[in-house]
């Protein structure tokens, strides 16, 4: 069985929770165009979250890095393997998830990136901090990367994951299944799911999902 997970909230990796979110938007947009979802790596993700802590920390704003390595370059000395690969950037002050991801699909270069039926993986690194550039310094600053890569399709059958599944680890716990009773009561599940995440719940048993 085979479990496609998303990041994983860790003290070196505070914006997990940020990187699913943007991730999610995604992906939906791919959905609407009748594309498979992008799915989670994890060497992508570093490279990604990597230049974006760069970009704060040595205030610049560039897919080169600070001494001037190509994100293609990057991403290969990673030990990732791919020969295709691709990468969006971008820069919000205030951090807004929404905002970017908009902003990305608004710039045609990007959105041909996010909706390219040739990548399939994707990292997502997002820093936020101090940040000066062109002479102005930002208190509240945010740097997304996204880095795009083709692997080879999974062979086993996956199903969607279950929104209900907080900490992203293909098993649903108690504190799952009170989430989708709350989600019930405020009339945004249906009784058919929060049935079948009581069912998971019982199993024990980790499910597949795709994003």
């Given at each position: ?11 070196d ?5 940020e990187?699913r ?6 992906n939906?947009?791919r ?23 760069e970009?704060?920390?040595?205030d610049?704003f ?5 001494d001037?390595?190509s994100?293609?370059?990057?991403i ?7 020969y295709?690969?691709?990468e ?13 991801h908009?902003?990305l699909?608004n710039s045609?270069?990007h ?8 990548y ?10 101090e940040f000066t550039?062109d002479?102005?310094?930002y208190?509240?600053?945010?740097t ?11 062979a086993?059958?996956?199903i969607?994951?279950?929104?209900y ?6 098993l ?8 989708g ?11 058919a799911?929060?049935?079948k ?14 994003s």
């Open positions: 069985m085979v479990c496609l997970l998303v990041p994983a909230a860790s003290a990796n505070p914006y997990a929770e990187e979110q943007m991730l999610d938007l995604i939906q947009e959905e609407e165009y009748g594309l498979d979802p992008f799915r989670f790596n994890s060497l992508l993700n570093n490279v990604a979250s990597e230049h974006s802590q970009m704060i920390d040595k610049y560039s897919h080169n890095s600070y001037g390595t994100f293609s370059t990057r290969g000395s990673s030990g990732y393997e791919s295709r690969c691709a969006n950037i971008a820069f919000k002050v205030p951090p807004s998830v929404t905002i970017a908009e902003g699909m045609p270069g959105r041909a990136n996010i909706l390219n039926p040739s399939n993986e994707i990292g997502i690194g997002i820093w936020v901090g550039y002479g102005r310094t208190s509240n600053a945010a997304y990367t996204q880095n795009f890569g083709w692997g080879e399709p999974a086993d059958h996956v969607p994951y279950n929104q599944d907080k900490n992203k680890d293909c649903i716990d108690f504190g799952d299944v009170s989430a009773i709350d989600g019930y009561l405020n009339g945004l599940s249906s009784f799911e929060i049935s995440l009581i069912d998971l719940y019982l199993t024990r048993e980790p499910y597949l999902r795709t």
